[in-house]
């Protein structure tokens, strides 16, 4: 790995090397929030962030989707699919955590059954990151509990640093090699410079405030299905769905035909769905597997913490905080993997006194 | 007396009426506000005895509406045979209005509940702040006299409350809920109308068309369909909301601004009369858009053709549930 | 690679009313591209999403067994969006098929074991598929007894009854029809299907049993047959639930840790003990 040196005043340079050939997606401000869109005016780029209000899950599995296009002709129907999956995404500026989530939602698109996604998948193949290491975590930020790191490069192509000033470039995969190969500009880095960052790397890492036993939640969970601890996680919540939404890794969406009656075509769309809807699981017969507010809470934390790793050997939260900073009603799943933690715990101590 | 000493107060008077009702068994189980995990944030409690009522807090974060955990379609609050319990409610003015709103709309049994009243100095406008704050992370929010102390890992900022408070409690007239003796405990009072100029919304009613449009637009592009505003809005309890209908389809749920747009609408016009301008949906939004324009654009409408305010009292029905002979009719018959 | 949610094209060739109240017909689709039939290569007991493209899309049993060559057959309850406009299908239309979706009933390991088929009302569809399958002449000297047990709420709702009448003339397989209350001109079993179970008896001695209808009835003849000595791992149910990609993909069919559209729908009833009532 050759260290180069990004200043931060080349950005836009860097944006005019590559945004012919890519969509090239970066953070801005957009009332107030930091979302990842795509850029047209590289003045546009915020560098000074802790990480976007939605995730960028948000480029690839965009809210709404085309499936495919279909023209209604009488007695026949002509179906268009996807034409522009070979299209090519830059996404700038991206943290560890939500580049994590990329793979997990490349597992899960590839996983059970005989078809792959491959909408998502094709895309993913074209995209390159760039992602940047998280010198300041947030006191929700919780990756290195489920197995992450605020300076986690193993999912990126490019990896830079945030030394002030400018940027410590590191190229990770062949592809971003590639990439920083294109940027012969660059200056080469120093040694301090690469010693700065290995200090940033250690000073984010032990700034964690939140720190959670993945492995005994887990375990627990498997045997606390039916355990009166969800009966506390959900009192309060208000089943509004933001959790999911701005969840990193949740991919649940929902399918839905969208027909110009005029003019006798239309699409089919999919648009992000929550399992916290209590229309998510309702049967045309009327009988719902989840009816009530306890089943879907339990439902969906379950489904990051034990049927993820039942299924993958993988966890399917990253650590992201989101869930926890948006909630409406401060339903803080911290306290709820608390809660998770100590169950066996009570019991163990109750046999210990008797 | 400042924000401040108010607080304390409040926190004070809420505690002593809600051990009160425990203790005397006027209620099962009290819904009210605790200390959140979160800064800007406070989280909703139920407490079922009196060893718990020094939970409950009153801190300017407290915007949730409460009346939501009351409303159809939330888990009815039963005992082990299934019997509703009493429940006690911590309302500020805008949560005894949706009280009183469910009650009149026939959705609650105002017998089984009970209000515990104060009077509401107003809630911290969080995206304000936040906006302001920008990109750092906020680790404490106090109110110390009357200023809102925002504080950082190496920062802090001071905001006049006055000026932060969400744009719905600055113009606010119904501090108090309104309700009988019987029904609330604590403070209240018995309005039947209130003096409302609706003088913050003459300025952009002023504005033409299409600036109105552009900012409209502007405001609901970002919106993500979440849906937050309306689970948390205590008018919202349809068990099938108009958007999720799909036998038929009425409207589309994509992100294209015509379908955003048109479910804020017809939201609104669904609250036109019933709104009791609480704020929730405004503080919950994820991504901060400030619905409350819309909001107090429809009440001032209802006011002015209907002479109506929404939860005053719990058996006048809001007028587009209702007719009299007497309603303004010549919107109907115009000719042009 | 192709996008996994596009449907294969197919046409409307007959459309059979199955029931007296008219709302079950049984559609046969011909597939518009003979590449497509041939890549559709489905066992009994697996589903497809069924698309009426401008509507909607909706899972629905085969009901065709794979021995009924050239064209595929769904049995559909009106009921909702997608399936009130396969009703108003007319023959011709374009009706979208993707799949198969699912595991399907385990025909590998059913070889050489006596099969019991227990249905009730318009369930039945997956296990006519199965049905025929085991008595297509390529297959029937491969598995043991076949009996069939099949209850409906009165003579209106039975479904195929062509192919019910087929099979009672034949001498390899014991069809036992049911319906909950006597009716004028009704000469077979009456009574709900759990009673009617307990009075055939089937044997689980190197048995499996596939179990297929509303909710109550299953509930009612898995305890029956629970008091015959049948064991879990033997008796199979075909799951329903609300689904939209029905690839794995959408996330809304799990139970658990597993998917109805891809795990299933065929569990047996010591796999569902394993999970949790959330179905």
């Known amino acids: 790995m050759e260290q180069k040196i990004l200043k931060k005043e080349d950005i836009g340079k860097l944006y005019n090397e590559f945004s012919s050939e890519y969509k090239f997606y970066a953070p801005i401000k957009q009332k107030g929030n930091i979302v990842f869109e795509r850029i047209e005016n590289p003045d546009d780029i915020v560098l000074d962030y802790l990480n976007s209000r939605i995730p960028p899950k948000s480029i690839l599995f965009p809210q709404m989707e085309v499936l495919f296009e279909y023209k209604l002709d009488d007695k026949d129907v002509e179906i268009t699919d996807r034409q522009d999956l070979d299209e090519k995404f830059m996404i700038f500026g991206i943290r560890p955590c939500d580049a994590y989530s990329y793979e997990l939602f490349a597992n899960f698109f590839s996983f059970h059954g005989n078809w792959k996604d491959e909408i998502y998948l094709k895309k993913k193949e074209n995209t390159t990151l760039i992602g940047i290491g998280c010198n300041t975590p947030r006191s929700t930020c919780f990756c290195t509990s489920v197995g992450g790191h605020p300076f986690n490069k193993e999912n990126m192509d490019v990896f830079l640093t945030d030394l002030g000033e400018t940027y410590l470039v590191e190229a990770i995969s062949d592809k971003g090699k590639e990439i920083v190969k294109k940027l012969s500009w660059l200056s080469d880095a120093a040694d301090k410079d690469v010693k700065k960052s290995e200090e940033l790397a250690k000073k984010a890492e032990e700034s964690f405030v939140t720190q959670i036993d993945v492995d005994t939640i887990v375990k627990n969970l498997e045997k606390s299905f039916d355990h009166p601890v969800w009966d506390e996680i959900s009192e309060v919540c208000i089943g509004c769905g933001s959790c999911s939404y701005l969840c990193p890794t949740c991919t649940c969406f929902d399918v839905i035909d969208e027909t110009d009656q005029y003019n006798n075509k239309g699409r089919r769309v999919r648009i992000w769905d929550t399992c916290q809807s209590c229309l998510y699981t309702l049967e045309t017969s009327g009988h719902n597997p989840r009816d009530t507010k306890i089943q879907r809470c339990r439902n969906r934390i379950m489904h990051k913490f034990s049927y993820y790793p039942a299924n993958y050997d993988l966890l399917g939260c990253v650590g992201c905080g989101r869930c926890i900073m948006v909630c409406p009603a401060n339903n803080d799943l911290r306290d709820h993997l608390a809660k998770i933690e100590k169950i066996g715990k009570e019991e163990k101590e109750e046999k210990a006194v008797v | 007396m400042t924000i401040e000493a108010e607080n304390k107060e409040i926190e004070a008077s809420i505690r002593d009426v809600a051990k009160k009702m425990l203790s005397e068994k006027q209620v099962d189980v009290i819904i009210g506000y605790s200390q959140g995990t979160l800064p800007l944030s406070s989280t909703p409690i139920v407490i079922r005895n009196e060893e718990q009522v020094d939970n409950l807090i009153w801190d300017n974060l407290c915007y949730i509406n409460l009346a939501r955990y009351l409303a159809p379609l939330m888990p009815q609050l039963c005992d082990s045979e299934g019997n509703a319990l009493k429940i006690g409610i911590v309302s500020k003015g805008c949560v005894g209005r949706a009280v009183n709103l469910l009650a009149a709309e026939k959705q609650i049994d105002l017998d089984k509940v009970k209000m515990i009243g104060f009077n509401c100095n107003g809630n911290v406008n969080r995206s304000k702040i936040a906006m302001e704050i920008g990109e750092k992370e906020i680790l404490d929010v106090s109110i110390t006299g009357n200023e809102i102390i925002v504080k950082g890992k190496d920062w802090e900022q001071n905001f006049p409350y006055s000026e932060y408070i969400n744009e719905l409690c600055k113009v606010c007239q119904v501090k108090i809920p309104s309700a009988t003796e019987a029904t609330c405990l604590g403070e209240c009072q018995q309005l039947e109308s209130i003096n409302d100029e609706f003088a913050d919304i003459d300025e952009f009613e002023a504005k033409s068309t299409e600036e109105k449009w552009d900012y409209i637009k502007k405001e609901l592009e970002v919106c993500t369909l979440c849906y937050s505003c309306r689970q948390a809005c205590p008018a919202c309890y349809c068990n099938l909301c108009f958007v999720d209908q799909n036998k038929p389809i009425w409207f589309n749920k994509t992100t294209e601004y015509t379908d955003i747009f048109t479910f804020h609408l017809i939201r609104s016009m669904h609250l036109a009369g019933r709104c009791v301008a609480c704020g929730a949906c405004s503080s919950v939004c994820p991504v901060g858009i400030d619905l409350n324009f819309i909001t107090r654009k429809l009440e001032k409408i209802v006011k002015t053709r209907f002479n109506y305010t929404s939860g005053l009292n719990a058996k006048t029905l809001p007028p587009m549930m209702n007719f009299k002979m007497e309603d303004a009719e010549e919107f109907m018959l115009e000719e042009d | ?279």
């Not at chain 3, 000297?141 to 195929?160: A, C, M, S």
């Not at chain 3, 069809?175 to 008896?201: C, M, N, S, Y």
């Open chain 3, 1 to 279: 690679m192709s996008n996994p949610y596009i449907p294969y094209l197919t046409r409307v060739k007959s459309i059979v009313t199955e029931n007296k109240v008219n709302d079950i017909k049984t559609v046969e689709l011909e597939f518009k591209n003979e590449e497509d039939y041939k890549k559709f290569d489905y066992i009994p007991g697996q589903f497809a999403e069924i698309s009426i493209i401008g509507k909607g899309e909706c899972p629905i049993g085969i009901a065709s067994s794979p021995t009924e060559e050239g064209t595929i057959k769904f049995t559909i309850k009106k009921m909702g969006t997608v399936t009130s406009a396969f009703h108003a299908s007319e023959l011709g239309d374009i009706v979208g098929v993707r799949g198969p979706c699912g595991n399907g009933w385990p025909i590998e390991e059913m070889k050489g074991k006596n099969i019991v088929v227990i249905g009730g009302g318009f369930a039945f569809s997956t296990l006519r598929s199965l049905v025929l399958y085991l008595l297509d002449e390529k297959h029937r000297k491969d598995y043991g007894d076949i009996t069939v047990i099949y209850g409906n709420r009165d003579p209106g709702e039975v479904l195929y009854k062509d192919v019910l009448d087929e099979w009672k003339k034949r001498d390899d397989i014991k069809v036992v029809l049911t319906i909950d209350r006597e009716a004028e001109g009704w000469t077979e079993e009456v009574g709900f299907v759990a009673p009617i179970v307990k009075k055939v008896a089937p044997s689980p001695d190197n048995a499996i049993a596939v179990v297929c209808g509303p909710p109550i009835m299953i509930k009612t003849t898995i305890a029956v047959m629970e008091e015959l000595n049948w064991g879990p791992e033997a008796i199979l149910n075909s799951l329903e639930a609300r689904m939209k990609c029905g690839i794995g993909k959408c996330g809304r069919c799990n139970i658990g840790n597993k998917f109805i559209c891809t795990d299933g729908p065929v569990f047996s009833l010591a796999e569902l003990k394993e999970l949790p009532d959330e179905y």
